[in-house]
């Protein structure tokens, strides 16, 4: 496995990364979530990622490898609201009480990196919530503070001098990050976690995944369909090629450290490691993708957007 520094952190991740999204919004099971970790943890991917938000997300990869923990990069986010925690939406009170909550879910001393959770600009301007996190690493609870987000308001974050890691959308259906936020991050060292790194499995279609991403992969599929590529001409031979077109083509992206595919599924986490160990796609694959984004998004009329 491909390992990558995480800007200016300096810490060594690697490529593929595991996104605890799925696991927490679908219930999958505690021996399921157990399986795929340790799989991944044994195949060198070493940077797990999850969510205050992901109902259930963080107590399955406390309870999965908190015993392993000195083997992985370790990234929660936090700033919503919950039920029972006290204060508002991005308050230093919420805040504070999601990291120490985080702490004991995932059985650890320490997270590597807090990410504010897709706060506006105005909430980043407004200073609190950033400087609550600052709070929080001076306290020895985080290592690094960092943001998760797109366009302008991640082109803000990667600004301030605090924010050491970005989290943002990249892959073959959202590639407006691609330009608007990579060449600054780059320039300022900033670590980038790309989410959303085979864009949902846009390929399967509209309303095609079960639960919570029935709905939210429907922008992804609709891009898709009108961006009109095959694997035929990307010089793949047929569909079941997909994920692996997709993660090579995130992780092709200059400023890209670690590509966080979110799966239920321990045979897809194999395939996943499968594609990475192939390196970067051609760049005529590559050039063909951008080509065919730029071309469905000026017919659609309408710019299309990093996705939350
Ligand atoms: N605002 C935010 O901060 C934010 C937003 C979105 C996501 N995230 C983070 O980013 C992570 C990744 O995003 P995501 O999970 O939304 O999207 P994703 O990783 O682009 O796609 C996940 C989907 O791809 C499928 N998949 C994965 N590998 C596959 C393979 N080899 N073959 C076929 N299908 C495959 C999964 O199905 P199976 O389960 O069947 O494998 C799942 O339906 C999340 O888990 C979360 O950690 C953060």
């Given at each position: 496995?491909e390992?990558?520094?995480?800007?200016?952190?300096?810490?060594?991740?690697?490529?593929?990364?595991?996104?605890?999204?799925?696991v927490?919004?679908?219930?999958?099971?505690?021996?399921?979530?157990?399986?795929?970790?340790?799989?991944?943890?044994?195949?060198?991917?070493?940077?797990?990622?999850?969510?205050?938000?992901?109902?259930?997300?963080?107590?399955?990869?406390?309870?999965?490898?908190s015993?392993?923990?000195?083997?992985y990069?370790?990234?929660?986010?936090?700033?919503?609201?919950?039920?029972?925690?006290?204060?508002?939406?991005?308050?230093?009170?919420?805040?504070?009480?999601?990291?120490?909550?985080?702490?004991?879910?995932?059985?650890?001393?320490?997270?590597?990196?807090m990410?504010l959770h897709?706060?506006?600009?105005?909430?980043?301007?407004?200073?609190?919530?950033?400087?609550a996190?600052?709070?929080?690493?001076?306290?020895?609870?985080?290592?690094?503070?960092?943001?998760?987000?797109?366009?302008?308001?991640?082109?803000?974050?990667?600004?301030?001098?605090v924010?050491?890691?970005?989290?943002?959308?990249?892959?073959?259906?959202?590639q407006?990050?691609?330009?608007?936020?990579?060449?600054?991050?780059r320039?300022?060292?900033?670590?980038?976690?790309?989410?959303?790194?085979?864009?949902?499995?846009?390929?399967?279609?509209?309303?095609?995944?079960?639960?919570?991403?029935?709905?939210?992969?429907?922008?992804?599929?609709?891009?898709?369909?009108?961006?009109?590529?095959?694997?035929?001409?990307?010089?793949?031979?047929?569909?079941?090629?997909?994920?692996?077109?997709?993660?090579?083509?995130?992780?092709?992206?200059?400023?890209?450290?670690?590509?966080?595919?979110?799966?239920?599924?321990?045979?897809?986490?194999?395939?996943?490691?499968?594609?990475?160990?192939?390196?970067?796609?051609?760049?005529?694959?590559?050039?063909?993708?951008?080509a065919?984004?730029?071309?469905?998004?000026?017919?659609?009329?309408?710019?299309?957007?990093g996705?939350?």
């Amino acid at each position: 496995m491909e390992n990558r520094k995480l800007g200016r952190t300096g810490i060594a991740v690697s490529a593929l990364g595991f996104g605890g999204g799925p696991v927490g919004f679908l219930g999958t099971e505690q021996e399921k979530v157990t399986e795929i970790l340790n799989f991944l943890l044994e195949n060198g991917v070493n940077f797990i990622d999850t969510a205050a938000g992901y109902p259930g997300s963080e107590e399955a990869i406390g309870n999965a490898v908190s015993h392993r923990r000195d083997e992985y990069t370790l990234v929660s986010k936090c700033g919503q609201a919950f039920d029972d925690l006290e204060g508002e939406a991005w308050s230093a009170q919420v805040i504070g009480q999601t990291v120490d909550r985080a702490l004991r879910r995932l059985k650890t001393d320490h997270l590597d990196v807090m990410l504010l959770h897709s706060c506006d600009q105005e909430v980043l301007e407004k200073g609190e919530a950033v400087d609550a996190l600052v709070k929080a690493r001076d306290a020895g609870k985080i290592r690094h503070v960092g943001y998760s987000g797109d366009n302008e308001a991640a082109v803000y974050a990667a600004g301030l001098d605090v924010v050491d890691v970005i989290e943002t959308s990249v892959n073959i259906c959202d590639q407006l990050n691609i330009e608007m936020l990579l060449p600054e991050a780059r320039s300022r060292d900033i670590g980038i976690i790309v989410k959303r790194p085979v864009a949902n499995a846009a390929w399967k279609g509209v309303g095609q995944q079960p639960g919570f991403y029935a709905n939210y992969t429907t922008t992804y599929a609709e891009r898709f369909a009108a961006m009109g590529i095959a694997p035929g001409d990307l010089g793949f031979d047929s569909d079941a090629a997909w994920p692996e077109i997709a993660l090579r083509y995130t992780l092709s992206q200059p400023g890209v450290t670690t590509a966080i595919v979110g799966t239920t599924n321990p045979s897809n986490a194999a395939k996943n490691l499968e594609a990475v160990a192939k390196g970067p796609l051609p760049d005529a694959a590559i050039e063909k993708i951008g080509a065919a984004f730029h071309s469905a998004e000026s017919a659609s009329g309408a710019q299309w957007t990093g996705q939350r």
